[in-house]
């Protein structure tokens, strides 16, 4: 400390982390630089970095961003980023409250938020970065919806929001708009139909929900209409009858057609439709000596499958 009558503080500059004084000694000659001493004074005068409070969020997509009062601060600086680290961009500058409300935020989008303080002497360095996605805004809706070809009819999507809760599945019959809510899901991006009524075809869709409602439909799926495998004839003499067999995975079909040609197979005409449960038939109507193919097609709401493999018999004289 200096008494006033001998030396007056002639000047003061300022620094991020230090004050430093001139002090003019009137005992020294007036144009005397040895008179003038600097001393550096140590303590930061720009306010500390402030801290987070908490992070509160309204239903229309606005951000209420609180903070711990800095001392020595005169206002303070919002500052948001869409990527990690910046770069920054002011959104609200000389904030006197310790309370900033963001608004129009987009919709499942991320936010990289900063707080400083400022006064007289500048502007503190950042606070610690706050990423934060809006919990109230509408989910994406998924896409790239496909169901397997097996019978399982197991559902998978692509998952493109971070802030949905889980899924709506929905069904409808095939040709009906009478769609039903199956399951609500979790986070799994998959989903396995274990209640559909067999021999029916089926056609689902599903959104994401939240917080925030229900998104758009993902775009709409039919369960597979397989083809019959595997088709086999063999002439039974004793029964003078050719018997014709095949395979089926999946139960969406709600019939199959049997068709055949004699003596080539250039002129196939259906001769029968089978329950969806056998996958076998009997031809009673052949003559002798004569060589017969066979094929076989599923059917259902949306149409028909592709043929099985030929099948050949021929009958005995």
């Known amino acids: 400390s200096m008494n006033d009558d001998t030396s007056r503080i002639q000047k003061q500059r300022y620094s991020d982390t230090a004050r430093y004084v001139q002090i003019f000694f009137t005992d020294a000659p007036e144009n005397d630089s040895a008179g003038v001493r600097e001393f550096r004074v140590f303590g930061n005068l720009c306010p500390s970095a402030p801290v987070w409070n908490s992070v509160d969020y309204s239903s229309d997509n606005q951000l209420t961003l609180s903070l711990k009062e800095s001392a020595g601060a005169k206002y303070y600086t919002v500052k948001r980023a869409v990527s990690i680290n910046g770069p920054y961009i002011p959104i609200g500058e000389k904030i006197t409250a310790l309370k900033y409300t963001t608004l129009n935020l987009l919709a499942d989008s991320e936010s990289y938020f900063v707080i400083t303080a400022s006064n007289d002497y500048g502007e503190s360095v950042h606070s610690i970065e706050r990423r934060e996605i809006p919990e109230y805004t509408v989910p994406y809706a998924p896409t790239n919806l496909t169901i397997s070809s097996d019978e399982n009819n197991s559902l998978s999507w692509n998952d493109n929001s971070r802030t949905e809760s889980g899924y709506e599945i929905q069904r409808a019959l095939y040709g009906q708009d009478n769609w039903i809510t199956m399951n609500y899901t979790g986070g799994n991006c998959s989903f396995t139909d ?124």
């Open 194 to 317: 274990t209640e559909r009524l067999p021999y029916k075809a089926y056609k689902y869709r599903i959104n994401a929900y939240g917080v925030g409602g229900f998104s758009a439909y993902s775009n709409t799926v039919v369960s597979p209409l397989n083809s019959p495998k595997n088709a086999t004839a063999e002439y039974l003499k004793t029964s003078n009858e050719i018997f014709i067999n095949w395979t089926m995975v999946g139960k969406n079909h709600e019939k199959f057609i049997l068709e055949r040609s004699v003596g080539n197979q250039n002129n196939f005409q259906q001769i029968a439709e089978v329950v969806p449960e056998n996958t076998y038939s009997q031809d009673v109507d052949i003559m002798a000596n004569t060589t017969y193919y066979y094929r076989v097609c599923a059917l259902n709401a949306t149409g028909k499958s592709q043929y099985s493999p030929v099948a050949t018999a021929t009958t005995s004289r």
